[in-house]
């Protein structure tokens, strides 16, 4: 083979610069190094970058390498990244002969192992939909894109999941989770990107005002967790009455009985029992926890926390097995076995269909802010049940029955009168 003059430039590939050229602009250029094309972008500042394709250089390769400019430009400026970036990412994710194709599959099992860290219930209901996602890919039409996959996801799958309930956001929310890796992590075409804005409120839908409150769990009230406190001590179930009043009176998360301590006389609760693996590396304080006593009934939870404190009475044996078990969520179905058993709750049950377990931390917030002469702030109940202002307003804020109105009316009324009468006299 003859020698070629290395200041000559072949034809082909003037032509081929010029080409990139006219379609990408100024400062992209190409060259041969070590027999493959290497592709270098020039910035207006002096720095460059440079990748070397996987293409032969040669005078054939000009479709080749139009067409990974092509992509690469396009995903640069999708997710704004440099050159090195979206050449890491291209064809990562690709079918093998057919550049546009995706290997679902195997973007499945790497998102999957991405989220390791995550509770075992949550990767149960993780890898659920993940499944369900592969099954909608499958199916006839096929969807082409990120839009098409998710609206048909939702046409197969919501037929008993009710409009704005938190059923369709999680289903949504790891559906787009999965397409949003296959883009940024995997080099799938950026086409994938999930679905936003208002067209992601409009497959998740808008709750029906009348079916049920958005989901709102009723609270225990205070009449009620009194006789179930009663019905404990007469049934001579006193474990178990200290941990339904220590639930109860101090607005604990079942679960977080397995993360008491005392300090000082005061209750604490450590900060990780709402957190996955990843965040429980991450120190965060304990949180300062006080009694709501039931009207009448005050003291009763500082009686609650002294016998806690001095060992005297002990949690019951199942919950106490589950807390040595390591993991947060068996204590909180003890707890919830315990509970489902006592025939003072299957009453409380009737009275009020849709208490759950979580009713009696509900009832905490429900007496804070209805039941005593003046209720605590937002800020103040948020900080002690642990979430945030926002939080607490979504959930509790809307706890408004007819029994509440009179009761509030009542006692602002009640006060303007005996003010008038006051400067009457």
Known sequence: MPRVNPGLTLPWVRRLREQIKLEHGQGWSIREQAGKVKLTRRFTDGSSSSVSLEI???????????????????????????????????????????????????????FLESRQDRRPTTLVDLHRRVGLALKTLESRPRPQDGRSLMRAYARQNFRR??????????????????????????????????????????????????????????????QQLAGLLDHLREDGKDEFWLAVALVGLFGLRPAELAALRVVDGHLRVGGHVKRNRRTMKQPKGDRLVLPLDIPGREGEGQRALDLYASGKLKLPYAIRTAIRGGEFKPVGDAFRQLLDRLPCWQLILLEAPGITPYSLRHGYAWRAHKCYERSLSIRDVAALMGHNPATHHRHYGRWVDDAGLIDAVSRVVGAAHTGDSAISN
């Open 56 to 110: 032969h250089w040669g005078p054939s390769c000009g479709t080749a390498v139009l067409s990974a400019m092509a992509s690469l430009q396009e995903r640069m400026d999708n997710q704004q990244l440099g050159l090195a970036e979206a050449h890491a990412l291209q064809g990562g994710a690709r079918t093998p002969g057919n550049d546009d194709a995706v290997d679902w599959p195997a973007v499945a099992a790497a």
């Open 161 to 222: 999941s009710p409009p704005g309930g938190q059923g369709r956001k999680r289903h949504l929310g790891d559906v787009a989770a999965l397409l949003r890796f296959a883009v940024t992590r995997t080099g799938a075409p950026a086409r994938w990107m999930p679905l936003e804005g208002e067209q992601l409120e409009e497959l998740i839908g808008t709750a029906d005002a009348g079916a049920g409150a958005d989901e709102l769990t009723p609270p225990v009230k205070p």
